[in-house]
């Protein structure tokens, strides 16, 4: 019966130190990275889970990300979500709209935290009457924070 009992404990112990391993593992993974990192860098984190912080234009064709540190079209990535299900889907689209401004039915902006997978440099997104697609694409797979910003804030160049 010790002999049992040992066992069990021990491969329970095991067990506990693997899954935790694992969970460890995962965080690991995770690059915490700025934006302008991320587009400087872009071979660095391609295919890599990485938490960011960036704006986010959503506009009448399209939308992407971006940061005024970094600011210009070939420093965009394509918003792309990347949802498991209708429901996920759902609720990203939910957390991005809730702190737009919502003065425009154009265009609009918020500032998210975001995890997904960098993808660059390469050619993403849909070419619009101004853009040629995107060099970058963030697939988002969780939105953890969002936050309006500002009006006085400047928006993206619409020049460079």
């Not at 797979?141 to 020049?159: F, G, H, R």
């Amino acid at each position: 019966m010790k002999t049992y009992f040992f066992l069990l404990l021990f491969c329970t112990t095991a067990f506990q130190n693997r899954h935790h391993k694992y969970l460890f593992q995962n965080q690991e993974d995770i690059y915490v990275v700025t934006y302008c990192d991320l587009i400087k860098e872009p071979k660095k984190y391609d295919g890599k889970l990485v938490r960011v912080k960036a704006s986010v234009y959503v506009g009448y064709h399209g939308g992407f990300f971006y940061d005024l540190a970094c600011d210009g079209k070939d420093k965009r990535a394509d918003l792309y979500m990347s949802c498991g299900n209708a429901e996920s889907c759902k609720s990203m689209r939910e957390a991005l709209s809730k702190d737009m401004n919502k003065k425009s039915l154009r265009e609009d902006r918020v500032e998210l935290v975001i995890k997904g997978i960098f993808r660059g440099p390469g050619n993403y997104g849909s070419v619009s009457y101004d853009q040629q697609g995107f060099y970058f694409r963030l697939e988002m797979k969780d939105i953890e924070k969002s936050a309006p910003i500002p009006n006085d804030v400047p928006w993206p160049s619409t020049s460079k």
